[in-house]
Structures are given as structure tokens and as C-alpha cells.
């Protein structure tokens, strides 16, 4: 499903991040085109994993609030993402408060103001 190197590559920017939004954008600034797209694409494809069953069980009933959880899980990194992997049931039901936290979104931002266009990738 995903290339070693890229799938290491990216979890080691969403670490570096720490859950800031601004900090991601601060490291994304640096990433070429296609580095904005290969981030991006990774990101939601670790996404969509969880926005299935079983971890959907376990989440609020939105199409809107399960992306923002599996979002929100992708952003607190892989020994996290691993963790609910493991054991969806720890997944929290709503993670509205929490909203600032989500780094989904910010590589298409950074491409938008440094190349002034869209990853194209959601």
C-alpha cells in the first residue's frame, strides 16, 4: 500500500510538526511540488483507513466528524496512528475540541501560497 521510504519520510515530518499547524507549514514551506503532493496523498491515504469499519464503530456518526477524527489520528503520529490500529476502541467519539490539532489540510495551503495551486489531492 505504501512505499517504505515515503511512508518513513512522512511520518518523521508529522512527528516534527508535534500537532502545530503552524510548525508543519514552517517545515512544508521547504518541500518541493511534488513533495506537497507525495505528503498530502500520503496523509489522506493513512486517513482513509481508519474512516471504515471497525474504527468507525467507535466514532460520532458524521461523514465530517469521522474525517476529523481519522484526520486528527494521522496528525499525532505513527506510534498513535499504530495504537488505534491495534485498538480502534480508543479512538475518541468527537475530537471537536481538539480541531487545532488536525494537520489535515496544511500541504495543500503551503502549495496554494508558494506555487499558487492545489495538491488536487483530498
Known sequence: ???GNRTEWFWKTIQRANSDREKLKDVLWNFELDELISFQEEFVDFSIELQDQPYTDYMEESE??????????????????DEILRNPQSLPRSVNLLSHEILYGVADEVCFEKYRKSTEVY
Do not use: Q
Open 64 to 81: 465530517d466528524g469521522i474525517e476529523d477524527i481519522a484526520n486528527w489520528v494521522v496528525s499525532k503520529g505513527k506510534a498513535f496512528y
Open 1 to 3: 500500500m505504501h512505499n
